[in-house]
């Protein structure tokens, strides 16, 4: 967006690619549905509820969108007013209809850490007291310390409260976006929310990483390929997503620009397309792999089958069981 853009014309620039973003959400929640009702993977019930619950709220965001571009342009009083538009755009406190849209964003960003969280505790075989970098962990261990507290959880809880406050301060009608303490809450939510975003996405993908090193010798035969890289890269590129969109935000509102604001409404639709990526892709790379397995004419090995990360990256088999089967395949 443009400096040179008043108001009005942000909004609806925004509004233009939210509408974009919002289609590709569309393709996505679609394939979603499909991947988990069809190919019928582990936790479906959970992700069908979670990404619904998500592209319910981008769908609603959507129209309210449209809804506040209609009052604007031709509600007769912004008509014969001049500016009207940017007036009634920059009277962002007391407006519900602004105030329900950040609402529904900060819902949608909640649900979306969450879920990631989720994956997290599910990856490190269901273990609550994760810590928050599993890489500072030794190689050989598997047992995060239990005094550890649930680092994650804590800044989850501390986002959605920061958060929520920031979207409080703008309910009353006297309250400007650019006062000290609404940006303060807005600032510190959004650093929140970016480092909650790069810790949880580096414990998966370490874990991952680490998994696929433990069990190279069983799911290759002892050949030097890696058989993750592919799941690491969807999960870093889907998390670089939402943090990227994030930081951008962040550094708007530091240099004191209102478009940082205005852009909001495109982090819903890019919040809402973070784990419809990572279940796509991954129900997408299952079905080719299954295509490859079954024109292989049968083909058996005594190794035990690689591990199964099931869209939401999920082991489906500890490691002290792994290396067993490993140990009585190769006797």
């Known amino acids: 967006m443009s400096s040179g853009q008043t108001l009005a014309q942000m909004n609806l620039t925004c509004l233009w690619l939210e509408t974009i973003l919002y289609g590709i959400n569309c393709i996505l929640f679609g394939t979603c549905v499909y991947v988990i009702s069809i190919k019928g993977p582990a936790y479906s019930k959970l992700l069908l509820c979670a990404t619904s619950f998500q592209f319910a709220l981008a769908t609603t965001h959507v129209i309210l969108m449209f809804v506040q571009a209609m009052i604007a342009f031709t509600n007769a009083t912004n008509v014969i007013t001049p500016d009207g538009a940017n007036f009634y755009y920059a009277a962002t406190a007391g407006n519900r209809v602004f105030l329900f849209c950040q609402l529904i964003y900060i819902s949608n960003v909640f649900t979306q850490e969450l879920l990631l969280i989720w994956r997290l505790y599910v990856v490190w075989n269901q273990n609550i ?7 500072i962990q030794t190689m050989d261990s598997d047992v995060v310390n239990d005094t550890e507290p649930l680092l994650q959880l804590i800044m989850w809880v501390a986002h959605c409260v920061t958060a929520s406050i920031a979207v409080a301060l703008l309910a009353p009608k006297h309250t ?33 990483w680490r998994t696929g090193k433990q069990t190279a010798a069983l799911t290759t035969g002892g050949s030097s390929g890696f058989r993750y890289k592919s799941t690491i890269i969807t999960i870093v590129e889907s998390g670089a997503l939402i943090t990227t969109c994030t930081c951008v935000i962040f550094l708007l509102w530091v240099a004191g620009n209102v478009s940082g604001l205005v852009a909001v409404d495109i982090a819903i639709q890019v919040a809402t397309m973070t784990p419809l990526l990572i279940i796509v892709r991954a129900g997408l790379k299952r079905s080719h792999s299954s295509l490859q397995v079954g024109s292989s004419g049968g083909h058996s090995s005594s190794y035990p089958r690689s591990l199964e990360f099931n869209v939401a990256t999920v082991s489906d088999h500890p490691m002290d069981v792994i290396s067993k089967c490993g140990t009585k395949g190769k006797d």
């Open 129 to 135: 007291k994760v810590c928050i970098l599993p890489v």
């Open 176 to 208: 400007n976006i650019f006062s000290h303490t609404f940006r303060a809450f807005a600032l510190c939510g959004w650093s929140l929310e970016m480092v909650l975003n790069v810790t949880v996405t580096t414990g998966i993908v370490y874990r991952i």
